[in-house]
């Protein structure tokens, strides 16, 4: 493209995309406007939409343009430039309202979080957002986002950042982040007026996403009422499955970052205990016959299991290492859907890959009923239903689960023995045919 194209032209081939209903002419405006978007111009033809704000579909061009510009084409831009851009984007970004549509929001947060990690000399920019945005409940939404994506953003193969302005940015981040806290907690008090937990997802991800980089005061988030509230709300049913999918989400990430628990020690133990309140809100779920929610508690328990591993392995049945939390997950296993047991698969694979370096046959010994009674539950969830006639395809979900099971099996088998893993699976065999035939 060699010059600027007029904003008139710009506007009719956006209405031809979305609008016209001649095939032809759609894909002739989609390759012309993708031409537009690599070009130069499309800095400021995007501006220039953003500020007519005529239409959605001109808006979300405009602002789907900027964000991809500042991320692939931000060297295109002298220096000089960087810092009227970042006003401009915040003007922007000052005139969204309840109804401006969220996907434009979203991508235009994204352009200004991909700005802050690329602009060397906006110092301190996390906090230059909440300070401009943290006091007016109009912006809460809008600056969770901004919180949200600036973690995720950091590490995002898409960002082309240097190993050292990467470390730059942890750093600052660490820094603010108990300022971060502080402000999710006073949110998280707000959010009490809200029945359809719109603020309570947001708090949720972003702590997600700041557990996920690893910048965290752990010290400090042990002693947090986020914390807190979060067992307290899974510990009951009565919770739409999007707001427990990303409380989930939060606590998996929470027990991922304290893998290194001797590292994290307040946090650690608050957090397992935290974990031993929740298998009757598990079995609750099972009782409704909520698949998602049996989903999002085995996770929970696999990944407490995998994270306090090296405890349950060197010390078992002391602080960390208590084995109750074999029983979760064996719990989990025997769920009548064999989709729950597979996800705690990792876990007796890395279990049995910890046994087997330490050659301990005291220690084998003591986990060997917990793996007879997986391989009680894996034969029942193999067996096939009475009127299935075809041995199952190993391409489909069933026959790649048993596909799945055949290979647990051989990492463990050692801990049990040939010979009586064998016993076992005939005698789970013999009273399943003897349950089926009553039927």
Known sequence: ??????LETVSQAIQVLYHNPDVTAKEKASLWLGELQKSVFAWEISDRLLHLNA?????????????TKVQYSFHELPSTAHESLRNSLLEHIDKVTEATNHIIVTQLCLAIVDLALQMVTWKNATQELIQRFGSSSHHIPLLLDFLK????????????????????????????????????????HQSEADPEFHLQCGVYKCLTSWFNLGTLPTADIAQSELLTGLFQVLRTSQIPG?????????????????????????????LFEGVLTLPAAYQASVAEEDLDKSINYCRIFTEAAESFLDAIVFTPNQALG?????????????????????????FWYRLSERLASRNDAEKEALFKPYVEKLLAALCHHCCMEPDEEDIPDDSDDFGHFRVQVAELIKD????????????????????????LATY
Do not use: W
């Not at 493209?1 to 007029?6: C, G, L, Y």
């Not at 999007?242 to 133990?269: G, Q, T």
């Not at 208590?322 to 990792?346: A, G, K, P, W």
């Open 412 to 435: 463990v088998i050692f801990l049990v023995g040939s010979a009586n893993c064998f016993a076992q699976v005939t005698i789970a065999t013999v009273d399943i045919m003897m349950y």
């Open 1 to 6: 493209m060699q010059a600027a194209p007029s």
């Open 149 to 188: 994506f600036l973690p995720e953003e950091v590490n995002s193969r898409s960002m082309r950042l240097g190993a050292n302005r990467r470390q730059d940015i942890i750093n600052e981040l660490t820094q603010t982040a108990p300022l971060v806290l502080q402000l999710l907690t006073g949110y998280v």
């Open 55 to 67: 239409d959605l579909e001109s808006c979300y061009f405009a602002a789907q343009t900027m964000r």
């Open 322 to 346: 208590d084995l109750r939390l074999l029983d979760l997950l064996l719990m989990c296993v025997s769920h009548h859907q064999y989709e729950v047991s597979e996800i705690t698969f990792n």
């Open 242 to 270: 999007s707001y427990h999918e990303i409380l989930s989400d939060c606590l998996c990430a929470a027990l991922y970052a304290v893998e290194d628990f001797h590292k994290h020690a307040v946090l650690a133990p608050v």
